[in-house]
């Protein structure tokens, strides 16, 4: 079966660059995303990338997509408290079918 | 972005008794809409796909008599926990795509049967 897969937590000091990692296993992929949840919230979407693409820039926002290796990122420059979150990735094949992966607790230390 | 409303925010109920929770487009038509669980520090599983004017897609494993789907209207999709129990105590989140690549989320709503 397919998976999506990242590091359960990370910490970082505020001010510094946060780089949140993700593999997925579907090479039919169209887009990926990267959606924030805080405590108690739904899912916010934060910025996603169609498949041909490299990269995207966004503000603090970095996504890097290396296709071969099925490998996505997404880097946050200049990290704040808020935001300390549950950072999810995920990868669309189709429109009804959308895989998350378990997500990554960014802490942000002041 | 668009909005995707969800109500209640969270609710507490009796075993043996149903749940209604709706989720709402604000501000865009949503033909199909996506109804997940997600239980505490884990990841969302799609539950069934909500198609409006048709019969709900569930996933492998999800009970349709249990969880009941209806999407009444371009804007209004509602999933029914039927006879609830303790286990399906969860957080259940809708989403709704609009046209393009993105999904949108409703806020959630969290389910305790006691």
């Known amino acids: 079966g397919e998976d999506v897969e990242q590091s359960l937590f990370l910490s970082v000091r505020e001010g510094d660059s946060s780089v949140i990692n993700c593999t997925y296993t579907d090479s039919s992929s169209t887009y990926l995303y990267w959606y924030k949840q805080e405590p108690g919230a739904g899912l916010q979407l934060l910025t996603y990338?169609?498949?041909?693409?490299d990269m995207k820039q966004d503000q603090r926002l970095t996504v890097l997509l290396n296709k071969k290796d099925k490998h996505l990122s997404l880097r946050i420059a200049d990290t704040q408290t808020g935001d300390s979150a549950i950072y999810f990735c995920?990868?669309?094949?189709?429109?009804?079918?959308?895989?998350f992966g378990a997500g990554t607790r960014l802490t942000v230390k002041p | 972005g668009a909005v995707v409303s969800q109500h209640p925010s969270w609710v507490i109920c009796k075993s043996g008794t149903s749940v209604k929770i709706e989720c709402r487009s604000l501000d865009f038509q949503a033909t199909t809409m996506f109804w997940y669980r997600q239980f505490p520090k884990q990841s969302l599983m799609l539950m069934a796909t909500s198609n409006e004017g048709s019969k709900a897609t569930y996933e492998q494993g999800v009970e349709k008599d249990k969880f009941l789907i209806n999407h009444a209207s371009l804007t209004l999709s509602t999933l029914t926990v039927t006879s609830a129990h303790p286990e399906d105590s969860s957080f259940y989140i809708c989403?709704?795509?609009?046209?393009?690549?993105?999904?949108?989320f409703g806020q959630g709503t969290r389910l305790t049967v006691v």
């Open positions: 990338i169609f498949s041909n693409m």
């Open positions: 989403s709704a795509p609009n046209q393009g690549p993105e999904a949108f």
């Open positions: 995920a990868e669309s094949i189709s429109n009804n079918d959308m895989r």
